[in-house]
């Protein structure tokens, strides 16, 4: 059974920094693209970040520069650091796993609000 388990989301004031990670099992990690997306109330959802199995990665360009995914091929997780927090930034986030075009699954998603 694969599962993708997302923590680390929370209520942030503007400014400030939270890092995501997302817990993988029943899927051959290292072997997977992984991915952040993100989806805002009444709005579709989007790619924030992706790091490839060889760890290349890619980011949507309203983060660039302030966040930063990384991935541990030995603790099977999925990290997103995210600094410099805008309002623009809250939505539901959601971990992404994807073996070629052969597989891919999604976490549950965890919440970010930035806000004062």
């Known amino acids: 059974q694969v599962q993708l388990v997302e923590s680390g989301g929370g209520l942030v004031q503007p400014g400030g920094s939270l890092r995501l990670s997302c817990a993988a099992s029943?899927?051959?990690?290292?072997?997977?693209?992984m991915g952040w997306y993100r989806q805002a109330p009444g709005k579709q959802r989007e790619l924030v970040a992706g790091?490839?199995?060889?760890?290349?990665?890619n980011y949507a360009e309203s983060v660039k520069g302030r966040f930063t995914i990384s991935r541990d091929n030995v603790k099977n997780t999925v990290y997103l650091q995210m600094n410099s927090l805008k309002p623009e930034d809250t939505a539901v986030y959601y971990c992404?796993?994807?073996?070629?075009?052969?597989?891919?699954?999604w976490g549950q998603g965890t919440q970010v609000t930035v806000s004062s």
């Open positions: 992404n796993a994807k073996f070629f075009s052969i597989s891919e699954y």
């Open positions: 790091i490839s199995t060889g760890g290349s990665t």
């Open positions: 029943g899927i051959i990690f290292s072997a997977n693209d």
